[in-house]
C-alpha cells in the first residue's frame, strides 16, 4: 500500500484563493520531503526541499512566498499555493524519506490543481 | 550543468516485443541514476536505481536498465512488452556521493503498447 499520501487528490479553486496540499509519510518518519511540480506533458520539476523543523529551502526560481512550504512534524508536509492564478494550475507530487544513499524512497500520487 | 535527455518523446510497441527506452546525462561525477514510471494521473514507482557496482540493474516488472559511463547513458529495457506497461517513463539523475535526495528528471518517454 501507498507509504505516502498526499491529500486532496485534486482540487479546483477560484483564482486569488489560497490553497494547501498535504504530504504525510504513513509508517515512517521523514526529516525531508520533497516537493515537485510537472506541467502537462512536461517533466517533474523540483520546487523545494522541506525540512523538519526549519525553513524549507526553495530552488531557483521558486517564489517563497508564493509557495509556503511547512514542515511541522515527522509525517507531514503542507504545500500551500497562495493568491492562486491559472498559470499555478500544474500537477503537485512530493517525495519522502530518504534511503542510505539519500535517494528519495517513496513519492505521493500527486495533487492535480485547477485554478479558474 | 546537470541534465538528462530523454530523447524519444513517444514510443509505441507492439505487446510482446522488445523495449528501450534512451537516457542520456550530463553530470561531472558519477551520479546516482534512477528510473520512474508514472500512470495517468498518479505518481512516480521506481523501477530500478544505480549507485555503483554491476553496470547491469535489474528492477521490477521484468525492466533492466544499463549504465554507461562512456555514453554517458542508462538505457531502460524490457524484452517483452505488455499492454500494462503503457505508461510515461521518466529517468533521473542525483549527484552521487553528495546526494541529498534531489532529483533532476528527463523530460519524460510515454510508452504507447499496439495490441
Known amino acids: 500500500g501507498a507509504v505516502v499520501s498526499q491529500h486532496p487528490s485534486w482540487v479546483i479553486c477560484k483564482s486569488g484563493t489560497s490553497v494547501k496540499i498535504e504530504c504525510r509519510s504513513l509508517?515512517?518518519?521523514?526529516?525531508?520531503m520533497f516537493w515537485y511540480r510537472q506541467f502537462p506533458k512536461q517533466s517533474l520539476m523540483l520546487m523545494a526541499t522541506s525540512n523538519e523543523g526549519s525553513k524549507a529551502t526553495y530552488e531557483q526560481g521558486v517564489e517563497k512566498d508564493k509557495f509556503l512550504i511547512n514542515h511541522a512534524s515527522l509525517t507531514l508536509s503542507t504545500l500551500t499555493v497562495t493568491s492562486a492564478h491559472p498559470e499555478d494550475s500544474s500537477f503537485y507530487i512530493c517525495?519522502?524519506?530518504?534511503?542510505?544513499?539519500?535517494?528519495?524512497?517513496?513519492f505521493g500520487n500527486g495533487t492535480r490543481l485547477t485554478v479558474t | 550543468a546537470q541534465s538528462v535527455t530523454q530523447p524519444d518523446i513517444h514510443i509505441t510497441v507492439s505487446e510482446g516485443a522488445s523495449l528501450e527506452l534512451r537516457c542520456n546525462y550530463s553530470y561531472g561525477a558519477t551520479p546516482y541514476l534512477f528510473w520512474y514510471v508514472q500512470s495517468p494521473g498518479q505518481g512516480l514507482q521506481l523501477l530500478l536505481k544505480y549507485f555503483s557496482g554491476d553496470t547491469l540493474v535489474q528492477g521490477i516488472k521484468g525492466f533492466e536498465a544499463e549504465f554507461k559511463r562512456s555514453q554517458s547513458s542508462f538505457n531502460l529495457r524490457k524484452p517483452s512488452v505488455h499492454w500494462s506497461d503503457a505508461a510515461e517513463y521518466f529517468c533521473a539523475v542525483g549527484p552521487g556521493s553528495s546526494n541529498t535526495g534531489k532529483l533532476i528528471f528527463g523530460q519524460g518517454t510515454t510508452l504507447q503498447v499496439k495490441p
Open positions: 517525495s519522502a524519506g530518504l534511503d542510505r544513499n539519500n535517494s528519495p524512497l517513496h
Open positions: 509508517d515512517f518518519q521523514a526529516t525531508t
